[in-house]
């Protein structure tokens, strides 16, 4: 049996910048963003604030949920969060 997967949303203080993620540890990636131990997109827009989430059985599952998002309109992927967390918190310290 595989581990866990995720997919993940980020976004900044402002919530202006979206980033689809997938990783097998969704405690130990956010906080790699949180630190900006990883030079890239997420660094350079400050985007350390998780807003959404969804647990997969396989690796295999979730790349295809997180390609299906990535390929999504702007509004699908607000609506999803919207719908999923309403006041956009930053999730993190409730999965911890």
């Known amino acids: 049996m595989e581990k866990q997967s995720f997919i993940y949303i980020l976004t900044n203080n ?3 910048t979206l980033y689809i993620g ?3 540890n969704l405690l130990r990636r956010i906080f ?7 030079a890239g997109f997420t660094k350079k827009y400050n985007l350390t604030k998780l ?3 969804e647990i997969f ?7 295809l949920r997180e390609k299906k998002l990535k390929g999504g ?3 699908k992927k607000i609506d999803l ?3 999923f967390n309403p006041d956009w918190e930053d999730l993190y310290e409730k999965i911890i």
Request: proline share 0%.
């Open 14 to 16: 402002q919530n202006t």
């Open 81 to 83: 969060i919207n719908n």
């Open 32 to 38: 790699e963003h949180k630190e900006k131990f990883n």
């Open 51 to 53: 807003v959404y989430y």
């Open 57 to 63: 059985c396989d690796i295999d599952s979730a790349i």
């Open 73 to 75: 309109s702007r509004q």
């Open 22 to 24: 997938v990783t097998n």
